[in-house]
Every structure is written in structure tokens, then in C-alpha cells.
């Protein structure tokens, strides 16, 4: 009963069950059966659970003014939010992207490092080391799939919430959303901006892509962008469009070492080890800490 209650299989369950309800909700979007509600919630429900245990575990309890600082500038308190705001909100499916693309991540992680080594032949005292089993193949395979994918999914995440910010930036003016997301979800945008280089990479790239439309256009086009691109650059603290971009390299938002999550003995640390990324996605705990 003690493990199940440990805060290490709490924040596992959690994005366990972002990611099972996320699939659940893409068949059948697929279907064209709508986003379901239920199961929309309870996606939500799991993400508050995961990105809330490591705000705790990295923050601790609220204490006041202080506490606020801190959780205001956190990626994963800002993930925490964003997943409360959206969990009391109407359902917008294309929202759940992002949460889902995490906990993907987090899944295959905590699977490799908690779970698979516990088939894994165990090494005697003065003999010599067994050889690999099943177990140690596919978690061989999972840390290179993550090596491998983590940099595309991280951009995937940061341009799936420019494509969100839009779709309720226009339901906001058809009145189908309210009028808080955009503006909600803008200003979290700003601040993954400042502090993580895949939004900003994609954030620069869309605007050179309007850039290089609107220099074919009329004056007036050109002109309304141009004080469009000023107006987002003064109040996101930095140009739209500072110049070319180098790739990001693997430093996704993220992760505080709070301790939720610690990886079996012998195992890999996790998505900062090893041979994958230098820094995890969202909601990531002790199991992934930043280098």
C-alpha cells in the first residue's frame, strides 16, 4: 500500500493516465465522435496530479508571496496551471497535445528505468556478469527511441501551442471559446518563450514565414504587420523576429530535482543521462534531473 501511495508511482499514474485518456480522445476524434468529456477530465485530472507533485517536491507548500515567485517563473507550476485552466474550461481537444507528447516521454522513461530492470538478470558476487536479457534489449531500444525523437517532439509541443493559441484566438472572435484563453494562453506562450528555446525557435520561424508572405503584399499589409511584430515585442520583452535561428538544442522546459521520482538501482537517471536529452520535458522529477 506504501508504494502506492508514493509520490513516485503517484506522479507515474498521473501521466499514465494523461496518456491513456489522450489516445482514448484521438480515436475518437478520428471517429468523428467529438472529444468525449469524461475522459477530456480526466486527462486533466492526471496531468494536475503529475505537474503538482513536482511543484511540492521542488517548492514545497505554499508560503506566501515568495512561493508565488518562485511557482510564477517554474515551467512545471506554469504546465500545472495551464492544465487546471484548461481542466475547468470547455473541452478543446487539440489542447491535449501537448500534455500527451510529455507524458509519452515520461512513460517510456520511468518504464525503462523503474520496471524493465526488474526482469533483468541480477549479477553474483565474483562471477561475471550475465548476459543481456529481453528486458535490457528493449530498455537499450526505448533510451535510443527517446535519444532520437526527443528534439522533434519538443518542437512538435512548441508549435502545437502556437496552432492552439490560434484555434482559440478564433473562437474567441466566433464566440464558440472565451475570451480568457487567448489571452491566458498568449501569455503563457510569453513566458516559454523567455525560457525555452523551442518556442522560441518556432515562434521565430512563424514569424519569418509572415514575414517573407507580407513583403509580397500591399503597404498596408506590410505595415499592419510590422506593428503587430512591435506591439508582440515590446509586450513579450524581445523582437518577433531577432534574426536567423540556430536549432534548439535538447533543453526543454522543464524540470526541477524534487525527488518524486528516483530510478531503480543501477538504472539510468533518465532522460538527462546517459545518451538522451540534456534537459527533460515537463513534469519530470528526480528521475530526470537538469545537467
Known sequence: MASVLDPHYLWAFG???????AVYIVIQTLLFRGTPNIPYRLLYIGALLSYSIVVFKSLGKPTGMPWLRRAFVDENAQYALLAFYWLISKAIGITILPFATFSLFHCATFFRTNILPKFSPKAVAGQQSPPPNWADNLGKQLQDWVK??????????????LVILLRVF??????????????????????RYHASPFTRHSVNTVGA???????????????????VKRVLGTWGGGQLVPGPQAAPRPAAPGARAAGATRPAAGASTGAATGAEPAAPAPGTTGATRRA
Open 15 to 21: 501521466h499514465l493516465t494523461v496518456l491513456t485518456n
Open 148 to 161: 532520437q525523437n526527443y528534439d522533434k517532439a519538443m518542437n512538435f509541443v512548441a508549435y502545437a501551442e
Open 170 to 191: 478564433v473562437g474567441a472572435l466566433t464566440w464558440r471559446s472565451s475570451f480568457v484563453a487567448p489571452i491566458f494562453l498568449a501569455h503563457f506562450i510569453r513566458l
Open 209 to 227: 514565414k509572415i514575414d517573407e508572405f507580407t513583403n509580397g503584399q500591399s503597404p498596408a499589409i506590410k505595415n499592419a504587420w510590422a506593428t
